[in-house]
Nanobody
Framework: QVQLVESGGGLVQAGGSLRLSCAAS????????MDWYRQAPGKQREAVAG???????DYADSVKGRANINRDNAKNTVALQMNSLKPEDTGIYYC???????????????WGQGTQVTVSS
């Protein structure tokens, strides 16, 4: 089994910062993509930031310049640092990873349970 567990959400004032963490555990051989998504109330889930095993990163236009995604391949963790937070950053933030498991061929997609981020104006 594989689990993704997020932490670090909470309530923060506009202009503040937050650091989200995600740890993958279980029967993992390797991890390719590790990404952050978010879902605001009444809206579809959207990609926020992503990183691949070779260190390349990508960001949604809405967070460029305010977010930094950082990955530790040895620990199977990924973190998202968000600065200059805005009320529109409010939502549930999910960690997603594509993982190769022990004893299985192919890559599998896994999601964490999500962590709430609320930005007050």
């Amino acid at each position: 089994q594989v689990q993704l567990v997020e932490s670090g959400g909470g309530l923060v004032q506009a202009g503040g910062s937050l650091r989200l963490s995600c740890a993958a555990s279980g029967s993992i051989v390797s991890i390719n993509h590790m990404d952050w998504y978010r879902q605001a109330p009444g809206k579809q889930r959207e990609a926020v930031a992503g990183t691949t095993s070779d260190g390349s990163t990508d960001y949604a236009d809405s967070v460029k310049g305010r977010a930094n995604i950082n990955r530790d391949n040895a620990k199977n963790t990924v973190a998202l640092q968000m600065n200059s937070l805005k009320p529109e950053d409010t939502g549930i933030y999910y960690c997603r990873a594509t993982i190769r498991r022990m004893g299985r061929l192919g890559w599998y997609e896994y999601w964490g349970q999500g962590t709430q981020v609320t930005v007050s104006s």
